[in-house]
């Protein structure tokens, strides 16, 4: 069994994944960003929960075995400074190599991490569902001051509309079957996102209509994969302010993390 840390390490190898302000490390090491009001816990970059899920997936597998740190970028140790001081994350290194670049990292995941491969699956219509879908949440945001905008006919409602009707005809715990692959660890984070910022600053939620997304939710929140990865509401509502150059209320910084993790209907597990 290979030795990940998270980073991400393994006895054979040490894969780190450095994000921005948080870092995570994987027994082939994994670093991911930091919280932006907490240095210690996990930020709200949507690709290091990614490639988290990727790997903790194939930790429970037991083809690695994983460990997570985190690393303040506001206060990041001297050898990441010296190593990587220009270089923005997510940044994965096994075996001393750096991978820089996220197709790069996928690929690497893919094709060096035992197991990797089996969770690459290709199928071009939930691809396209999936990497469209964090646009439309940013033009929701882009438009939440604008009371002319109605979110419930924003193009966002739309595509989630597109994805309840996939798992509808799919009608598997997951975007392509019953197992997990690459495409749930990218489209999760974006639907917490959806959740969490989009009721924030737009008033948006998702329908309760949608029940075959909402179903699909609710196994996604059963899964350690996710719950581990999971930044809190206030770090995902914090990295949408940054963006927008809004800065954060005294009392939010001295929140307790709260995860919004319930679901509106109810779902039969069987």
């Given at each position: 069994?290979?030795?990940?840390?998270?980073?991400?390490?393994?006895?054979?190898?040490?894969?780190?994944?450095?994000?921005?302000?948080?870092?995570?490390?994987?027994?082939?090491?994994?670093?991911?960003?930091?919280?932006?009001?907490?240095?210690?816990?996990?930020?709200?970059?949507?690709?290091?929960?990614?490639?988290?899920?990727?790997?903790?997936?194939?930790?429970?597998?037991?083809?690695?075995?994983?460990?997570?740190?985190?690393?303040?970028?506001?206060?990041?140790?001297?050898?990441?400074?010296?190593?990587?001081?220009?270089?923005?994350?997510?940044?994965?290194?096994?075996?001393?190599?750096?991978?820089?670049?996220?197709?790069k990292i996928e690929r690497h995941i893919m094709k060096n991490i035992p197991g990797g491969h089996n969770l690459f699956v290709q199928d071009k219509e939930v691809a396209t569902l999936v990497e469209n879908l964090f646009?439309?949440?940013?033009?929701?945001?882009?438009?939440?001051?604008?009371?002319?905008?109605?979110?419930?006919?924003?193009?966002?409602?739309?595509?989630?509309?597109?994805?309840?009707?996939?798992?509808?005809?799919?009608?598997?715990?997951?975007?392509?079957?019953?197992?997990?692959?690459?495409?749930?660890?990218?489209?999760?984070?974006?639907?917490?996102?959806?959740?969490?910022?989009?009721?924030?600053?737009?008033?948006?939620?998702?329908?309760?209509?949608?029940?075959?997304?909402?179903?699909?939710?609710?196994?996604?929140?059963?899964?350690d994969a996710f719950l581990q990865s999971c930044p809190a509401d206030q770090d995902i509502i914090n990295h949408y302010k940054l963006q927008?150059?809004?800065?954060?209320?005294?009392?939010?910084?001295?929140?307790?993390?709260?995860?919004?993790?319930?679901?509106?209907?109810?779902?039969?597990?069987?």
């Amino acid at each position: 069994m290979n030795d990940m840390t998270v980073l991400f390490s393994s006895h054979a190898r040490n894969l780190y994944i450095w994000e921005l302000k948080l870092r995570r490390i994987c027994s082939g090491k994994k670093e991911s960003r930091a919280s932006t009001i907490d240095g210690r816990r996990k930020g709200a970059c949507l690709f290091c929960q990614e490639y988290f899920m990727d790997l903790y997936l194939l930790a429970e597998l037991k083809t690695i075995s994983l460990k997570v740190t985190t690393v303040d970028m506001q206060k990041p140790p001297p050898d990441f400074r010296t190593n990587f001081q220009a270089t923005p994350p997510p940044i994965l290194i096994d075996n001393g190599d750096a991978i820089l670049e996220n197709e790069k990292i996928e690929r690497h995941i893919m094709k060096n991490i035992p197991g990797g491969h089996n969770l690459f699956v290709q199928d071009k219509e939930v691809a396209t569902l999936v990497e469209n879908l964090f646009s439309k949440l940013k033009l929701l945001l882009l438009n939440a001051k604008d009371k002319d905008k109605d979110p419930k006919s924003s193009s966002l409602m739309a595509h989630l509309r597109k994805i309840d009707e996939h798992l509808g005809r799919k009608g598997t715990r997951f975007l392509t079957g019953d197992t997990m692959c690459c495409f749930d660890c990218e489209l999760m984070p974006r639907l917490q996102h959806i959740r969490v910022a989009g009721k924030y600053f737009a008033d948006f939620e998702i329908p309760e209509t949608l029940v075959h997304l909402w179903r699909y939710m609710h196994h996604m929140y059963r899964l350690d994969a996710f719950l581990q990865s999971c930044p809190a509401d206030q770090d995902i509502i914090n990295h949408y302010k940054l963006q927008q150059s809004m800065k954060m209320k005294k009392h939010e910084e001295l929140e307790t993390p709260t995860f919004t993790t319930s679901i509106p209907i109810e779902v039969n597990d069987d």
